[in-house]
């Protein structure tokens, strides 16, 4: 009798099995995870079910980590190039012999080229990267980014600049509305669909803004099918509702917020008639998602990644969501959209960051910050100031304050601001994840020398000369504290240390920055255990006693501040310490104060000849199951349910091109195609196609000669082939570039067509090459010029600085301080007296001048010193 | 992970040509069981329409000897039918267990099987050369009572092949009485070609053996019994192939009546999925096969040649019939559709198809 | 006595598959095995009035299984508390399960080492813990160890499980309580897994 079956199955009670708080790290909701180790081996894992983000459930990426763990494909050790850039051919090397490689020639770039020639890319959260931050500062250079700008950090950047913070914490459980705008949680956020479902079986109201029947949508009370990227219509169309009908807080408006006077005289032209027209809504239905969320007071609006990917749409929807929120009285109040603020009881990453040891030469020497300056060292250190003065401490400047990526890859490739030589990419595949896929492919090839830091080889890494094996699930502790801006944080054990030579991102930066020439007390933390110690150190205050990191994440696991509202009792974080619904410090930066519409990067109405050629509109960007952006692609078991790429057509349009369900069909835009097969489903407009992000073929050999331009077929169905980057696409304000709303065209796609890798800037397929130096290209507006009049007489012999907004004694570099009458020196906080300049002398209550004769203070006359 | 996966359960064929074969031999081999037995009880009968008068009492003993071969064959075929049976086995290491103690139906089939093969065989001891006069050539009680029951469970067999797909009711298509009674006209009209092929080929039976001889002293002198003999087994054979070339025009027409109705009744059936699979023997993907191959060349073309008088009729027609036996059982096999949820076309229809790249396994990236 | 039984929350599925992920991976499935697909029409309807609902399968448990009373060789077997299971290596690999299953929901790979019938045991190992007197229950046990993986691992609660003979459990008042649909009851099955239906679509 056959006996052959052998049980596979595991017991997680056995005997000597241990648990390990761990979290999930396939996308940065970090589930949280329960490990169970045997001998140093996970032996399984499951849903820990008295976290509170998941509460025991795993989407399908949490429980493929242990196929993630020791997948065949994973890199493992230090790989140096063998063979020419992108042949594939490795050397294995120690750790420790690239670490000091790497530096030796970062060092080289930087003696030769300056610091800023060295670039780091990144792409979303599965990284350390304070220490990356760190270690760019301490270098010297201000080039580090991420697709931050796609995601969230203009946002945020958008609402603390009018706000004082982003109120970006939905309190839910006492809402009566929640708008999710641009936001899919049905396919993206699983807990918080759970979180949704339940509260709308209680009442609560749920608007859905989504130009597809997605997921979420199914279960709205109300769906605006929005025409993608005029969402912002659709955002100042309310806003014209709620003040027109009067449907805001009077009592808030009026004691906490400036500038609506303004505002509701700027917001007249912006009718529900208008808005429909932009939005392809009824106006009724734009009145009518108006009045649900300003009628069901305390209400929630949910950030989604569509407010960043609209391009220069995107602006003025960020602003007009924040000052509907704020006039309707939704602000930091229960059942509102709180502002946690920065923690004030554990340390921030803005405070590891070491943002201090960047001279203020270099970060005017950030690529993209002369021209989207909000997210970037002009805008961040406005914000950051107004912060550190009400809160006491400033937001991450990583993720917040960065280099334009795209304008990086322009640098790379033209030498324009200055020429890139080095890039390290460390948790991003450029080529998938940044707009212009075949500019950034282009780049990636070019770059003279690139660093990868990856789990996979991928189209990118295959281009590196050195590759980095980086520990991801399970092998590392995980804070989760949404980038360092909110006042919680969830902690995470990692299961077992490493395996192989591969290590978590911050002993990459740690070591790297060490090599470089750091001095080695910069960086007192080893591990990642010993700086998150460092971290929650300080919650031993408050009662949580604990003496290692690993011991405060077995007994306490998280940190919640006792959740209070109406923080903002002592004035919001902005120059008038109130909700600036006329924005000070946009108009500073240059931009429109009040929220200002421009249309989708590309469009019908302003774009007429282009709508011609390409009548579709494309959206794309959206997350969908299982995939997380150009992520797992490699997994058998998540790709087996979603093998191919599909883009959804409605049927009508399908039938009108002679699409059937399932055919593979080429999409096109202004630069470029790629193919993916037709999901005929009457689930978005006829006029709009929706396609699938992400898409790479990681199984495919490299080495074969189709593959030869683009290996991994990374440009073959890649949505990024489509999108924008070019600067007058981009949002001049937050540089967010354009993956929502362009202009395509779909047809049948047959076996003898090829792929173009020929690259342009700007983007264009009709004309290979470059034929605008970035820093000619134009923005989608000009910047306003920012002309500030002193709000006080300026007194005789003193000049008005603009920049310092101050009135100025310039033979002596003194600054006039208008509420005291006195002039001070701001390098020694010394006074002087406004006529005589003498300096003033707080030990003797006197006045002293350059020789040191003393003068009496009213009289102004010499006084004979004592004792002489 | 290997290319022969098959994700797509909707496409997947669970059985495939082992079985196919098997409902074929399995149908054959007992019904050829059933048919010699047949013929045997109505020897005499037989003798008696073929006006044999008074010597039909002894010339139907011829019957036995003229047929052996074919009861062999029956024999024979349940055997390799079983054995393809455990063949197409996942693990066929267990196919005793088929004995343990259960409910199922195929339990029953295989202990039809056994007993027919069994039987079958002892039957066909009996028929071995008489001159090697082997000691149990007396018992004729014992081959009596072994030829009706290999009669008996050969038929089970034939009726058998039918209850198994038959009592499916996840099946629409098969799941209906008329299956097993289709399969059942089929085994034995197939059986009916196989006879009239087999029969009188084996063992030879000439003049010089003893058995013939006995039998044709009793009805004629001896000078003559050897002339006797040759004529009584060329009449004994010409009479079943006659009688048998009758019988099977019958079965054939019987079967093409079953066959529309079957079909007719399908394609107007409420189950949608009955009616898409007779959709698909109507116009679709069997239609073909299903006229073309089943009705015409395999039914059709048999029975014009028995009703007319073609030369080598009686050899094309028979082996036409077998085959159509055959298609038979491959085009009822693979109708095999479940009922759909809503969906699940959708579902599977997007799935790999096994053979894909990122399914093997996984290169090293160094 | 003990029945066990499941209740699937159309109305809370979105279909994200993450059962159908989260079962191979806890039960150690060959590649071409899905116990629990998550099966849909897509959208339905004529832009932008439309609808879609997502129909998670799985073995139904049946109290009347037709794989049960089929199987030749005794290798499957329905225990009191109603969970229908193959020992495989007791199964020959004739597949008639597979056929007789108006679900679906029985399988064979065609992985090496596999052959026999394989199918969604309700996660027998797991929910039986909860049976166990507390003090013989495996340190470090938890309410959750005793739930079908897929119960587990789904975020939006879509399915819950239970021991639909006992009038308090959340199974008995939901199937009690709600109208619940089973699929093809005219086979005469009585399938054990119930579902609410969605009421979603885009006209509210």
């Given at each position: 009798m056959s006996t052959k079956y052998k049980d596979k199955s595991v017991d997680i009670h056995a005997p000597g099995v241990e648990v390990k708080k761990s979290c999930c790290y396939f996308c940065h909701q970090n589930c949280g995870v329960l490990a169970y180790v045997k001998d140093g081996k996970v032996i399984k894992i499951e849903g820990d079910p008295n976290h509170p983000t998941n509460q025991g459930g795993l989407c399908c990426r949490g429980n493929i980590a242990l196929q993630h763990l020791d997948h065949p494909g994973r890199i493992n050790h230090p790989l140096k190039r063998a063979?020419?850039?992108?042949?594939g051919k490795w050397e294995q090397i120690p750790w420790d012999q690239a670490i000091s490689e790497i530096a030796d020639k970062l060092n080289a770039i930087k003696q030769e080229s300056?610091?800023?020639a060295v670039a780091a890319a990144a792409g979303t959260l599965r990284t350390d990267d304070w220490s990356r931050r760190r270690f760019l500062n301490l270098f010297g250079t201000p080039n580090g980014f991420h697709n931050a700008l796609l995601c969230w950090i203009p946002t945020f950047m958008m609402e603390t600049a009018i706000g004082g913070w982003s109120p970006f914490e939905t309190d839910l459980g006492a809402a009566k509305v929640v708008i999710l705008w641009g936001f899919n949680p049905g396919a993206s956020a699983m807990p918080g669909m759970r979180g949704y479902t339940d509260l709308k079986k209680a009442g609560m109201k749920i608007i859905v803004i989504d130009p597809r029947f997605s997921e979420t949508a199914a279960k709205a009370d109300l769906w605006l099918p929005v025409r993608p990227g005029s969402d912002s219509a659709l955002a100042l169309g309310m806003l014209n509702v709620i003040i027109n009908e009067g449907l805001y807080d009077q009592s808030f408006v009026e004691n906490w917020c400036v500038g609506f006077d303004e505002l509701s005289e700027h917001i007249q032209q912006y009718s529900p008639e208008w808005a429909g027209e932009q939005t392809w809504l009824d106006p009724e239905q734009i009145r009518e998602a108006a009045r649900m969320y300003a009628n069901n007071k305390p209400g929630c609006i949910q950030w989604g990644c569509t407010a960043d990917q609209?391009?220069?749409?995107s602006a003025s929807g960020m602003q007009a969501r924040e000052i509907m929120r704020a006039i309707c009285g939704n602000l930091d109040c229960p059942g509102g959209d709180l502002m946690p603020g920065p923690s004030q009881d554990y340390i921030t990453d803005e405070e590891l960051e070491g943002n201090d040891f960047l001279p203020e030469e270099q970060k005017a020497k950030q690529i993209g910050s002369a021209k989207f300056k909000l997210t970037a060292w002009p805008g961040y250190s406005i914000i950051a100031k107004n912060c550190k003065e009400v809160w006491g401490k400033a937001p991450t400047?990583?993720?917040?304050?960065?280099?334009h990526g795209p304008s990086v890859f322009k640098a790379i490739l033209t030498g324009d601001p200055y020429q890139v030589r080095a890039l390290i990419c460390s948790a991003t595949n450029p080529i998938n994840s940044y707009g212009d896929s075949k500019m950034t492919l282009e780049a990636i090839k070019k770059v003279e020398f690139l660093v990868v830091c990856e789990y996979w080889m991928t189209p990118t890494a295959l281009y590196a000369d050195y590759v980095m094996p980086i520990a991801g699930a399970l092998e590392r502790p995980v804070i989760h504290n949404n980038y360092g801006v909110t006042d919680s944080m969830i902690c995470a054990e990692r299961a077992i240390q490493p395996l192989y030579e591969r290590h978590p991102d911050f002993n990459f930066w740690r070591d790297l920055s060490i090599a470089t020439g750091a001095p080695a007390d910069q960086w007192p933390w080893q591990e990642l255990e010993d700086a998150f110690y460092y971290v929650t150190y300080p919650l031993n205050q408050k009662g949580y006693a604990h003496s290692s990191y690993n011991e405060f994440v077995q007994k306490f696991r998280m940190y919640y501040p006792p959740l209070h509202y109406y923080k903002y009792a002592n004035g919001f974080a902005t120059p008038s310490r109130r909700v600036e619904l006329k924005s000070s410090i946009l108009e500073e930066l240059g931009y429109p104060s009040l929220p200002t519409w421009v249309g989708p990067a590309e469009n019908e109405v302003d774009d007429p000849e282009v709508a011609k050629q390409y009548p579709l509109v494309l959206t794309t960007g959206g997350g969908f199951m299982p995939f997380h952006h150009s992520e797992e692609f490699n997994i058998q078991s998540l790709r087996f349910i979603k093998h191919e790429p599909f883009f959804t057509i409605n049927p009508e349009t399908a039938a009108k091109l002679g699409i059937a369900n399932g055919d593979w069909c080429w999409i096109e835009t202004r630069r470029g195609r790629i193919r993916q097969r037709a999901n005929v489903e009457p689930s978005v407009d006829p006029r709009v196609i929706y396609a699938q992000r992400g898409w790479w073929y990681p199984e495919r050999d490299p080495k074969a000669a189709s593959s030869a331009d683009q290996p991994f077929g990374c440009l073959e169905s890649n949505v990024n082939v489509l999108t924008s980057v070019d600067d007058e696409h981009c949002d001049p304000i937050g540089g967010s570039w354009a993956n929502r709303g362009l202009l395509c065209k779909v047809y049948k796609a047959t076996v003898t067509d090829t792929f173009d890798t020929r690259f342009s800037i700007p983007g264009s397929s009709a004309e290979p090459g470059v034929t605008v130096k970035p820093s000619e290209q134009k923005l989608a507006f000009e910047p306003i010029p920012y002309d500030p009049k002193p709000s006080f007489e300026v007194p005789e012999g003193l000049t008005w600085d603009k920049d310092l907004k101050k009135a100025v004694y310039e033979p002596m570099n003194l600054v006039y301080d208008e509420n005291s009458g006195w002039l001070y020196d701001p390098k020694t906080s010394v006074y002087y007296d406004l006529q005589t300049k003498y300096a003033y002398d707080p030990t003797n209550e006197v006045l002293v001048d350059e020789k040191g004769q003393q003068y009496d203070m009213t009289t102004k006359q010499p006084v004979e010193k004592g004792g002489k | 992970m290997s290319h022969m996966m098959h994700p797509n359960k909707l496409t997947r064929h669970y059985w495939v040509w082992p079985i196919a074969w098997y409902l074929f031999l399995g149908g054959l081999g007992g019904g050829t069981l059933f048919a010699t037995t047949m013929l045997q009880t109505c020897g005499h009968a037989i003798c008696e329409l073929l006006g044999l008068g008074d010597y039909s009492g002894v010339v139907a003993q011829m019957f036995g000897p003229a047929l052996a071969l074919a009861t062999f064959a029956g024999v024979v075929f349940l055997g390799v039918g079983s054995a393809l049976l455990i063949f197409e086995l996942g693990q066929w290491k267990n196919f005793i267990r088929v004995w343990i103690a259960s409910t199922s139906i195929m339990k029953w089939g295989a202990t039809f099987l056994v007993l027919a093969m069994v039987f079958g065989f002892v039957e066909f001891l009996f028929f071995l050369p008489p001159q090697w006069n082997l000691f149990w050539y007396q018992w004729i009680w014992l081959r009596d009572v072994c030829t009706a029951l290999a009669g008996l469970f050969g038929f089970c067999v034939a009726f058998y092949t039918g209850c198994l797909l038959g009592t499916q009711k996840s099946k629409p298509f098969w799941n209906t009485p008329l299956l097993p009674v289709l399969f059942t006209v089929s085994a034995v009209s197939t059986a009916t070609a196989l006879v009239t092929i087999l029969v009188g080929l084996w063992p030879a039976i000439d003049g010089e053996t003893p058995f013939a001889l006995q039998i044709a002293n009793q009805i004629a002198s001896p000078d003559y019994a050897n002339q006797v003999v040759v004529m009584v087994i060329a009449t004994v054979t010409g009479g079943i192939t006659e009688v048998m070339h009758k019988a099977d025009a019958v079965m054939v027409i019987l079967e093409i009546i079953l066959l529309l109705v079957y079909i007719i009744c399908m394609r107007a059936s409420g189950n949608l999925t009955a009616k898409r699979i007779a959709q698909t023997w109507i116009s679709g993907s069997k239609s073909l096969l299903f006229w073309g191959g089943m009705l015409i060349v395999g039914l059709g073309v048999p029975l014009w040649l028995y009703l007319s008088e073609v030369p080598n009729a009686g050899l094309i027609a028979p082996v036409l019939i077998l085959a159509s036996g055959l298609l038979l059982r491959f085009l009822v096999l693979y109708s095999d559709g479940r009922q759909l949820i809503p969906g699940e076309e959708a579902y599977y229809a997007k799935l790999p198809k096994g053979n894909e790249e990122f399914l093997q396994p996984w290169k090293k990236p160094y | 006595m003990t029945r066990y039984a499941m209740v699937i929350d159309k109305r809370r599925c979105i279909g994200c598959q993450s059962c159908t992920v989260a079962c191979r991976t806890w039960n150690n499935l060959?590649?071409?095995?899905?116990?629990?697909p998550v099966v849909s029409e897509g959208v339905q309807g004529k832009w932008p009035n439309v609808h879609q609902t997502f129909t998670p399968l799985l073995c139904n448990h049946c109290q009347n299984p037709p794989c049960v009373i089929c199987c030749p060789c005794k290798a499957t077997f329905q225990d009191d508390d109603g969970i229908v299971w193959v020992d495989p290596n007791k199964c020959?690999?004739?597949?008639f399960c597979v056929q007789n299953c108006p679900y679906g929901a029985r399988d064979v790979s065609a992985a090496p080492e596999e052959g026999f019938a394989r199918k969604c045991t309700f996660c027998k190992d797991r929910v039986r813990t909860a049976e166990l007197p507390p003090d013989q229950r495996p340190e470090g046990w938890k309410p959750e160890d005793a739930l079908p993986y897929c119960v587990n691992t789904c975020h939006q609660k879509a399915r819950i499980f239970g021991d639909l003979d006992d009038p308090d459990s959340e199974v008995s008042k939901l199937v009690n309580g709600n109208t619940t649909t089973r699929l093809f009851t005219e086979l005469g099955t009585d399938p054990q897994v119930y579902y609410i239906e969605e009421n979603g679509g885009s006209v509210k």
């Amino acid at each position: 009798m056959s006996t052959k079956y052998k049980d596979k199955s595991v017991d997680i009670h056995a005997p000597g099995v241990e648990v390990k708080k761990s979290c999930c790290y396939f996308c940065h909701q970090n589930c949280g995870v329960l490990a169970y180790v045997k001998d140093g081996k996970v032996i399984k894992i499951e849903g820990d079910p008295n976290h509170p983000t998941n509460q025991g459930g795993l989407c399908c990426r949490g429980n493929i980590a242990l196929q993630h763990l020791d997948h065949p494909g994973r890199i493992n050790h230090p790989l140096k190039r063998a063979g020419e850039k992108g042949e594939g051919k490795w050397e294995q090397i120690p750790w420790d012999q690239a670490i000091s490689e790497i530096a030796d020639k970062l060092n080289a770039i930087k003696q030769e080229s300056g610091a800023e020639a060295v670039a780091a890319a990144a792409g979303t959260l599965r990284t350390d990267d304070w220490s990356r931050r760190r270690f760019l500062n301490l270098f010297g250079t201000p080039n580090g980014f991420h697709n931050a700008l796609l995601c969230w950090i203009p946002t945020f950047m958008m609402e603390t600049a009018i706000g004082g913070w982003s109120p970006f914490e939905t309190d839910l459980g006492a809402a009566k509305v929640v708008i999710l705008w641009g936001f899919n949680p049905g396919a993206s956020a699983m807990p918080g669909m759970r979180g949704y479902t339940d509260l709308k079986k209680a009442g609560m109201k749920i608007i859905v803004i989504d130009p597809r029947f997605s997921e979420t949508a199914a279960k709205a009370d109300l769906w605006l099918p929005v025409r993608p990227g005029s969402d912002s219509a659709l955002a100042l169309g309310m806003l014209n509702v709620i003040i027109n009908e009067g449907l805001y807080d009077q009592s808030f408006v009026e004691n906490w917020c400036v500038g609506f006077d303004e505002l509701s005289e700027h917001i007249q032209q912006y009718s529900p008639e208008w808005a429909g027209e932009q939005t392809w809504l009824d106006p009724e239905q734009i009145r009518e998602a108006a009045r649900m969320y300003a009628n069901n007071k305390p209400g929630c609006i949910q950030w989604g990644c569509t407010a960043d990917q609209m391009g220069k749409a995107s602006a003025s929807g960020m602003q007009a969501r924040e000052i509907m929120r704020a006039i309707c009285g939704n602000l930091d109040c229960p059942g509102g959209d709180l502002m946690p603020g920065p923690s004030q009881d554990y340390i921030t990453d803005e405070e590891l960051e070491g943002n201090d040891f960047l001279p203020e030469e270099q970060k005017a020497k950030q690529i993209g910050s002369a021209k989207f300056k909000l997210t970037a060292w002009p805008g961040y250190s406005i914000i950051a100031k107004n912060c550190k003065e009400v809160w006491g401490k400033a937001p991450t400047a990583e993720w917040m304050c960065e280099a334009h990526g795209p304008s990086v890859f322009k640098a790379i490739l033209t030498g324009d601001p200055y020429q890139v030589r080095a890039l390290i990419c460390s948790a991003t595949n450029p080529i998938n994840s940044y707009g212009d896929s075949k500019m950034t492919l282009e780049a990636i090839k070019k770059v003279e020398f690139l660093v990868v830091c990856e789990y996979w080889m991928t189209p990118t890494a295959l281009y590196a000369d050195y590759v980095m094996p980086i520990a991801g699930a399970l092998e590392r502790p995980v804070i989760h504290n949404n980038y360092g801006v909110t006042d919680s944080m969830i902690c995470a054990e990692r299961a077992i240390q490493p395996l192989y030579e591969r290590h978590p991102d911050f002993n990459f930066w740690r070591d790297l920055s060490i090599a470089t020439g750091a001095p080695a007390d910069q960086w007192p933390w080893q591990e990642l255990e010993d700086a998150f110690y460092y971290v929650t150190y300080p919650l031993n205050q408050k009662g949580y006693a604990h003496s290692s990191y690993n011991e405060f994440v077995q007994k306490f696991r998280m940190y919640y501040p006792p959740l209070h509202y109406y923080k903002y009792a002592n004035g919001f974080a902005t120059p008038s310490r109130r909700v600036e619904l006329k924005s000070s410090i946009l108009e500073e930066l240059g931009y429109p104060s009040l929220p200002t519409w421009v249309g989708p990067a590309e469009n019908e109405v302003d774009d007429p000849e282009v709508a011609k050629q390409y009548p579709l509109v494309l959206t794309t960007g959206g997350g969908f199951m299982p995939f997380h952006h150009s992520e797992e692609f490699n997994i058998q078991s998540l790709r087996f349910i979603k093998h191919e790429p599909f883009f959804t057509i409605n049927p009508e349009t399908a039938a009108k091109l002679g699409i059937a369900n399932g055919d593979w069909c080429w999409i096109e835009t202004r630069r470029g195609r790629i193919r993916q097969r037709a999901n005929v489903e009457p689930s978005v407009d006829p006029r709009v196609i929706y396609a699938q992000r992400g898409w790479w073929y990681p199984e495919r050999d490299p080495k074969a000669a189709s593959s030869a331009d683009q290996p991994f077929g990374c440009l073959e169905s890649n949505v990024n082939v489509l999108t924008s980057v070019d600067d007058e696409h981009c949002d001049p304000i937050g540089g967010s570039w354009a993956n929502r709303g362009l202009l395509c065209k779909v047809y049948k796609a047959t076996v003898t067509d090829t792929f173009d890798t020929r690259f342009s800037i700007p983007g264009s397929s009709a004309e290979p090459g470059v034929t605008v130096k970035p820093s000619e290209q134009k923005l989608a507006f000009e910047p306003i010029p920012y002309d500030p009049k002193p709000s006080f007489e300026v007194p005789e012999g003193l000049t008005w600085d603009k920049d310092l907004k101050k009135a100025v004694y310039e033979p002596m570099n003194l600054v006039y301080d208008e509420n005291s009458g006195w002039l001070y020196d701001p390098k020694t906080s010394v006074y002087y007296d406004l006529q005589t300049k003498y300096a003033y002398d707080p030990t003797n209550e006197v006045l002293v001048d350059e020789k040191g004769q003393q003068y009496d203070m009213t009289t102004k006359q010499p006084v004979e010193k004592g004792g002489k | 992970m290997s290319h022969m996966m098959h994700p797509n359960k909707l496409t997947r064929h669970y059985w495939v040509w082992p079985i196919a074969w098997y409902l074929f031999l399995g149908g054959l081999g007992g019904g050829t069981l059933f048919a010699t037995t047949m013929l045997q009880t109505c020897g005499h009968a037989i003798c008696e329409l073929l006006g044999l008068g008074d010597y039909s009492g002894v010339v139907a003993q011829m019957f036995g000897p003229a047929l052996a071969l074919a009861t062999f064959a029956g024999v024979v075929f349940l055997g390799v039918g079983s054995a393809l049976l455990i063949f197409e086995l996942g693990q066929w290491k267990n196919f005793i267990r088929v004995w343990i103690a259960s409910t199922s139906i195929m339990k029953w089939g295989a202990t039809f099987l056994v007993l027919a093969m069994v039987f079958g065989f002892v039957e066909f001891l009996f028929f071995l050369p008489p001159q090697w006069n082997l000691f149990w050539y007396q018992w004729i009680w014992l081959r009596d009572v072994c030829t009706a029951l290999a009669g008996l469970f050969g038929f089970c067999v034939a009726f058998y092949t039918g209850c198994l797909l038959g009592t499916q009711k996840s099946k629409p298509f098969w799941n209906t009485p008329l299956l097993p009674v289709l399969f059942t006209v089929s085994a034995v009209s197939t059986a009916t070609a196989l006879v009239t092929i087999l029969v009188g080929l084996w063992p030879a039976i000439d003049g010089e053996t003893p058995f013939a001889l006995q039998i044709a002293n009793q009805i004629a002198s001896p000078d003559y019994a050897n002339q006797v003999v040759v004529m009584v087994i060329a009449t004994v054979t010409g009479g079943i192939t006659e009688v048998m070339h009758k019988a099977d025009a019958v079965m054939v027409i019987l079967e093409i009546i079953l066959l529309l109705v079957y079909i007719i009744c399908m394609r107007a059936s409420g189950n949608l999925t009955a009616k898409r699979i007779a959709q698909t023997w109507i116009s679709g993907s069997k239609s073909l096969l299903f006229w073309g191959g089943m009705l015409i060349v395999g039914l059709g073309v048999p029975l014009w040649l028995y009703l007319s008088e073609v030369p080598n009729a009686g050899l094309i027609a028979p082996v036409l019939i077998l085959a159509s036996g055959l298609l038979l059982r491959f085009l009822v096999l693979y109708s095999d559709g479940r009922q759909l949820i809503p969906g699940e076309e959708a579902y599977y229809a997007k799935l790999p198809k096994g053979n894909e790249e990122f399914l093997q396994p996984w290169k090293k990236p160094y | 006595m003990t029945r066990y039984a499941m209740v699937i929350d159309k109305r809370r599925c979105i279909g994200c598959q993450s059962c159908t992920v989260a079962c191979r991976t806890w039960n150690n499935l060959p590649m071409d095995i899905i116990y629990n697909p998550v099966v849909s029409e897509g959208v339905q309807g004529k832009w932008p009035n439309v609808h879609q609902t997502f129909t998670p399968l799985l073995c139904n448990h049946c109290q009347n299984p037709p794989c049960v009373i089929c199987c030749p060789c005794k290798a499957t077997f329905q225990d009191d508390d109603g969970i229908v299971w193959v020992d495989p290596n007791k199964c020959m690999g004739c597949k008639f399960c597979v056929q007789n299953c108006p679900y679906g929901a029985r399988d064979v790979s065609a992985a090496p080492e596999e052959g026999f019938a394989r199918k969604c045991t309700f996660c027998k190992d797991r929910v039986r813990t909860a049976e166990l007197p507390p003090d013989q229950r495996p340190e470090g046990w938890k309410p959750e160890d005793a739930l079908p993986y897929c119960v587990n691992t789904c975020h939006q609660k879509a399915r819950i499980f239970g021991d639909l003979d006992d009038p308090d459990s959340e199974v008995s008042k939901l199937v009690n309580g709600n109208t619940t649909t089973r699929l093809f009851t005219e086979l005469g099955t009585d399938p054990q897994v119930y579902y609410i239906e969605e009421n979603g679509g885009s006209v509210k």
